[in-house]
């Protein structure tokens, strides 16, 4: 079974500096899928970023961007020039190669502040 | 275009009553999926359906929850004799397989359950 780690409950951020969030995952499984998702306190899940497992460029949207670390099993987001409007709840998840079921951390939650 | 969206938003619920929760689907969207989500916690899978057939309900957590999309399209979770422990926030999500980004599920507001 897999399982995924977020080893930081919560981080703080002062507005416009730049914070990176840890995310560690276990699999057997060659080929896979991992995203960072947003949950804002209106409880919404937004889709921040994804990565598949058999890319070895990270994957980057704007302002984030990820570490990928296929050996380590390793999977940080790094969000540069923070808003406050970045402060959420951030989870990260996996999912093999068969696309069902996401596999959640248990989540970081992410204070900016200004 | 419209997302997933989900009906209740807030349901409170007296223990041993019986609840159902819906979820539309992005159109056209042939997968969707339930999770649960307690409080301070990552989501964790219910159930998923591919059209009209349940594919893995493994997460199902005992009996008395059972999920149905007779048609393909919505879908709903229905809780029978409630206790405290459901009390969580229930995500719907969809996506589309085959699609070269098939594995990204889009999500819902969630119904925030709450048994008393």
């Known amino acids: 079974a897999q399982t995924v780690t977020q080893s930081q409950p919560e981080m703080s951020v002062q507005e416009a500096e730049t914070v990176t969030l840890s995310c560690t995952y276990d699999?057997?499984?060659?080929?896979?899928?991992l995203f960072w998702y947003k949950q804002p306190p209106s409880r919404q899940m937004i889709l921040v970023i994804r990565?598949?497992?058999?890319?070895?460029q990270n994957a980057t949207e704007n302002r984030f961007s990820v570490n990928f670390q296929k050996a380590a099993k390793s999977f940080s987001l790094k969000i540069s020039d923070s808003q406050l409007g970045d402060t959420a709840m951030y989870f990260c998840?996996?999912?093999?190669?068969?696309?069902?079921?996401?596999?959640f951390g248990g989540g970081t939650r992410l204070m900016v502040k200004p | 275009g419209a997302g997933v969206s989900q009906s209740p938003r807030y349901k409170v619920a007296k223990r041993g009553q019986d609840v159902a929760l819906r979820c539309d689907p992005i159109s056209g969207h042939v997968s969707l999926f339930w999770y649960q989500q307690a409080l301070g916690q990552g989501p964790e899978f219910l159930t998923y359906?591919?059209?009209?057939?349940?594919?893995?309900k493994s997460g199902l957590p005992s009996d008395r929850f059972f999920a149905e999309r007779p048609e393909g399209s919505v879908s709903t979770l229905k809780i029978q004799r409630t206790q405290q422990e459901d009390s969580a926030v229930y995500l719907c999500a969809s996506s589309i397989p085959g699609h070269s980004f098939k594995e990204t599920q889009y999500f819902g507001p969630g119904t925030r359950l709450l048994v008393l």
């Open positions: 998840a996996f999912t093999d190669n068969a696309g069902n079921m996401l596999t």
């Open positions: 990565q598949e497992a058999y890319k070895q």
């Open positions: 359906f591919q059209n009209e057939a349940q594919l893995d």
């Open positions: 699999t057997s499984e060659n080929n896979y899928y």
